[in-house]
């Protein structure tokens, strides 16, 4: 088991940058892999970025690619999410989720196990 908690949401202008932090309890975040999703308001939760348990494979959904760094420090139990160039439809409460074990990388909400409660992320024009 694994308890997970999201910092580092806030307001911030188009074409900027800020960084999501998830902090991770227990001893076993190694063996889980890692991902981020996002929920805007009155739209269904959507799947923005997972990442392995070594952190040497990612996966992104195509409207954040190449904008977004997932990334991961096993040794400080956590898992970031950079966020360049963001745009107003970026706004969304982003959740951090986990699943034990290596299963490739999920993409679908029904996969992990273990989520956050959010944080807000709110782009102005």
């Known amino acids: 088991q694994v308890q997970l908690v999201e910092s580092g949401g806030g307001l911030v202008q188009a074409g900027g940058s800020l960084r999501l932090s998830c902090a991770a309890s227990?001893?076993?975040?190694?063996?889980?892999?890692m991902s981020w999703f996002r929920q805007a308001p009155g739209k269904e939760r959507e799947f923005v970025a997972a990442?392995?348990?070594?952190?040497?494979?990612?996966y992104y959904t195509d409207s954040v690619k190449g904008r977004f760094t997932i990334s991961r420090d096993n040794a400080k139990s956590k898992v970031y999410l950079q966020m360049n160039s963001v745009k107003p439809e970026d706004t969304a409460v982003y959740y951090c989720?986990?699943?034990?074990?290596?299963?490739?990388?999920?993409?679908?909400?029904?996969?992990?196990?273990?989520w956050g409660q959010g944080t807000q992320v709110t782009v102005s024009s």
């Open positions: 989720a986990g699943r034990w074990g290596d299963y490739g990388l999920p993409y679908v909400s029904r996969a992990y196990d273990y």
């Open positions: 227990g001893h076993t975040f190694s063996t889980y892999t």
């Open positions: 990442i392995d348990q070594s952190g040497g494979s990612t």
